[in-house]
């Protein structure tokens, strides 16, 4: 048994049959074949062999005569490990005497010598780990028959082990399947954290080298609660994770009763619940819990694909679908919200990554094309619903009217171009830079309503950089300078009756959710799979006993105190949740 | 195997970074061309002369001694120009 400590990006425990991608994305198959089917197999690994060396001698070939024998070496040293008696007498031992499938038994064996490789103190031959892992993958490809099993077109439960998924790879993954995943790099910022969060699969993140250490078809454990993962699990363990995956499917099976109750307090003030989202599809997870809408969808995605900056069609199809989904319920886009560095075609530079460099509303506001494409795309899906567009990092007013104006410009194109759209959008803007709340006198004029962006907003009050893990204790959603900020925003919205909301990851957090309530705050914005727990906390509560909380934890000057008081007040309350977020 | 006797000489590694892929592939190729048992022994450690895995195993690096042991009626030659291979390629710009 081994386990292995990552971050958890994603709660909830997962067992089952590991599903290995590498970085090139293959699949390594099932690990037994039928007794009587071991010759036609051992046919078939000689097979995959033979075509594995002639290709083999073909780049060598090909290589010597373009760029001469000294390069074509390598492949002399493949063929030779191709040849090696050694490692054909392990493989056929193992297909005959254990019944393993080519597939596997390559895979296994030949990840061993890797791994001796790897052990051995000497970095040139760990280096050498690489060429057994290139001709384990060519074997395999001539086994499998094609390069690349497709993690979107599974057929049983798996869970996916990968060195790496993108956004938009996660965001493809069939939920019916994929019961967990798993990932040697990422963080806990991560774009993939935030889609693995938003499909509710269990998810492990950054955990390091590990894959040498599986095969396909191994039982394993997610445990995206604690962030482990566990190979060859012993049978105590997976006895205990049985319990507590049961345990999860019983909590979550109460939790949907949830679902047709009003989100309100027990002394009937309606709560509206909306819904954050990355990608389209996420939209009908947050139909499915009734919620009153996207609060936050966030459009990055569009931009992180690899075809290069998104046409007007791209942004349009992605909106379409989700305002469709939503049949009617409002929809807040959010707009560009990514450094500099982000954005293809551009050489990064130090400055680029910086939360306080050229990112967001300001890199729209200077490259205007970009942005109009964007806002056009927006203003004709509002044609297909409600929906609202919101200005990140809004830091000081005349941002915001440029921002309006260019909108206005967009509306005249529109109204030539003859295409439907509708003009009829609300504007607002995301509270997340300090500036923003203290001038929030001044902004409700203009705005049409607000979302705190509590993620940006702690960052900015505080001076932590979110991507700095040196500082990362000093970051607090219970911080008592973000409780008056918040307030602050409340009461200036209230002057004005400008509708605010808050999206940033507090709101998902049962323990804020007294707190926020008792603000003033009567609109929240959550991952979808937070929904049933802060709509259970809603209707646990008073409108009274939370404006009482609120004024407590703002008295309070310690940002630990405060979180532990909350956590008492919700215990209170709600003595069996158990808020693992 | 026949009656000859076992044919053991040793060899000190002497390219900069030790014996990997070329040496070694060229050592399997050449040890291909004899009929004798053919094995690299380092300190503990035993290796089939014909598996580039194994010998690669052995992560022989500048320094080491190694013996090759051959067992059989070609034993004599195959040890013989296996090490004038080594010698060979400690000479050529590729130890480098």
Redesign the interface.
Known sequence: MQKLQGIAVSPGVAIGEAFVLDNEGFRIPHRFVARDAVDSELDRLARAFDETRAQTERHRDTVARELGAQYSAIFEAHLQMLSDPQLRAELDASIRERHYSPEYAVSRVLRRYAKVFQSLDNSFLAERSNDIVDIERRLLRELLGKPREEITNLTSPVLILAYNLTPSETAALDRKFVLGFATEIGGAAGHTAIVAEGMEIPAVVGIGPFLNEVSGGDLVIVDGNSGTIILQPDEETIARYRFEAEQDRTRHAKLEALRDLPSQTLDGTKIELMGNIEFPNEAPHCLERAVDGIGLYRTEFLYLGSEGVPDEDAHYQAYAEVVQAMQGRPVVIRTLDLGADKLVGRDPTPEDSSPLGLRSIRLSLRNVPLFKTQLRAILRAAALGDVRIMFPLISAVHEFRQAKMIVADVIDDLLESGLPFSRNVKLGMMVEVPSAVIMLDQFVDEVDFLSLGTNDLIQYTLAVDRGNKDVADLYSSSDPALLRLIDMTVKAAERKQTPVSLCGQMSGSTTYTMLLLGLGLRSLSVPPSAVYEIKRVVRSVTIEQCRAVAARALSMENARNIRNFLKEELKKVLPEMDDQR | MGDAPVVTRTYVVKPA??L???P??RF??LAHQYKCRIEVVKESARS?G?????L??L?A?CGDEISIEADGDDAEEAVTALIAMLEAYEDSD?SA
Request: proline share 0%; no cysteine; aromatic share 4%.
């Open positions: 970074n030790g990997h892929l070329r070694w592939s399997v190729k089939d014909r598996s580039m895995l194994a690669l195993t992560a690096k590729e």
